[in-house]
Structures are given as structure tokens and as C-alpha cells.
Nanobody, 119 residues
Framework: QVQVVESGGGLVQPGGSLTLSCVAS????????MGWYRQAPGKQRELVAS???????NYADSVKGRSTISRDNAKNTVYLQMNSVQPEDAAVYYC?????????????WGQGTQVTVSS
């Protein structure tokens, strides 16, 4: 079992920046694909960005070019930095840890951290 805990949400002004952090428990963090998802009211949860254990990144088109996902395996931590934040970025942001095994997919979610965009 992996516990995933997000932090860093809060109020951000339009045009501002935010940095979210996610710490995962356990000694196999470096084997997980880590991802940031978000869910706005009335909308489905969507992928924001992901990073593999090898550091290969993937971004949603809506955040590409203004967001960076990174990981520090020594600290069991993944980060999401987002610049030029817009009102449509407001959502609950969730951290996800995912790993394929020979017989199943291990999938762990955090509780989420709220990001509010307002002046």
C-alpha cells in the first residue's frame, strides 16, 4: 500500500504561479509513474501531467508550455509547477501513483488539494 499526500494548493491570482508537491510512502517510489490530475466542479477528472520513473514527461495540451512536472526519487516527491495560471485551472488537484505488475495495475490516489484562481 502506498500513501500519497498532496500539498501546496490554495488561492492563486490569475497570471500567477503555483507549485504543488506530492509525497508518497514506501521504498518503491522510483518504480511508479507519478501523475497530477485535476477535477473541476461538474467535470471529469483529467490528467494534467505525468512522469515516468525514467523522467519521461507528458502534459495535457491545456497546460503544455506553462507547466513542469518533476520528481525527486530520493525524497519520494513529485512536483507540479504551473505558470500563467488561469481561472480554468481552478480545480482539486490529485496526485496519482501507478505501477504495472505482471498481474495487475497498482493505482494510488491522494486526497487532493484545492486550487482556487481569483483576484
Amino acid at each position: 500500500q502506498v500513501q500519497v499526500v498532496e500539498s501546496g494548493g490554495g488561492l492563486v491570482q490569475p497570471g500567477g504561479s503555483l507549485t504543488l508537491s506530492c509525497v508518497a510512502s514506501g521504498r518503491t517510489f522510483n518504480t511508479y509513474v507519478m501523475g497530477w490530475y485535476r477535477q473541476a466542479p461538474g467535470k471529469q477528472r483529467e490528467l494534467v501531467a505525468s512522469i515516468t520513473s525514467d523522467g519521461i514527461t507528458n502534459y495535457a495540451d491545456s497546460v503544455k508550455g506553462r507547466s513542469t512536472i518533476s520528481r525527486d526519487n530520493a525524497k519520494n516527491t513529485v512536483y507540479l509547477q504551473m505558470n500563467s495560471v488561469q481561472p480554468e485551472d481552478a480545480a482539486v488537484y490529485y496526485c496519482n501513483a501507478r505501477r504495472l505488475t505482471t498481474i495487475s495495475v497498482l493505482n494510488f490516489w491522494g486526497q487532493g488539494t484545492q486550487v482556487t484562481v481569483s483576484s
